[in-house]
């Protein structure tokens, strides 16, 4: 299955049925566009990319995404190919809830819940410290 035709072409996603089965990846490197897509799509931030990928350079990923969004019909494909091929093989998703996003060693934490601090000169047991 061929992806569809690329419309709108950025200088830093090279597409090449010789690299990748065809799939856009980022210039200079094997990441696929459809991969950082899928995490910014699934909620990740874009500071987020930049730890996962620190390879690259913030221009390149900027780029990555917006050949994403001018081009959705291709990543889509590219998406649907990728499940389609994971189907074949008998591989389990990347993420059993969603699969088109594996967990990130670098997500954001939690917001923590603020404690509120004992006055000052008295401890936790309410009594005065010097």
Request: proline letters at 5%; zero cysteines.
């Given at each position: 299955m061929?992806?569809?035709?690329?419309?709108v072409p950025h200088p830093h996603v090279r597409v090449d049925t010789k690299v990748m089965g065809g799939s856009p990846h980022v210039a200079d490197t094997?990441?696929?566009?459809?991969?950082?897509?899928?995490f910014y799509k699934n909620g990740?931030?874009?500071?987020?990319?930049f730890k996962r990928y620190p390879q690259l350079e913030p221009a390149k990923v900027?780029?990555?995404l917006a050949f994403?969004?001018?081009?959705?019909?291709?990543i889509e494909a590219d998406l649907e190919q990728e499940r389609q091929m994971?189907?074949?093989t008998g591989a389990r998703s990347p993420h059993p809830r969603n699969p088109s996003q594996v967990e990130l060693p670098f997500a954001e934490p939690a917001p923590a819940t603020v404690?509120?601090?004992a006055p000052r000169g008295?401890?936790?047991a309410g009594r005065r410290t010097r």
């Open positions: 061929s992806l569809p035709i690329v419309l094997r990441i696929p566009v459809r991969r950082l897509y899928a990740a931030r874009v500071e987020t990319l900027f780029d990555a994403a969004l001018d081009n959705l019909e291709v994971l189907e074949r404690r509120a601090a008295k401890t936790n």
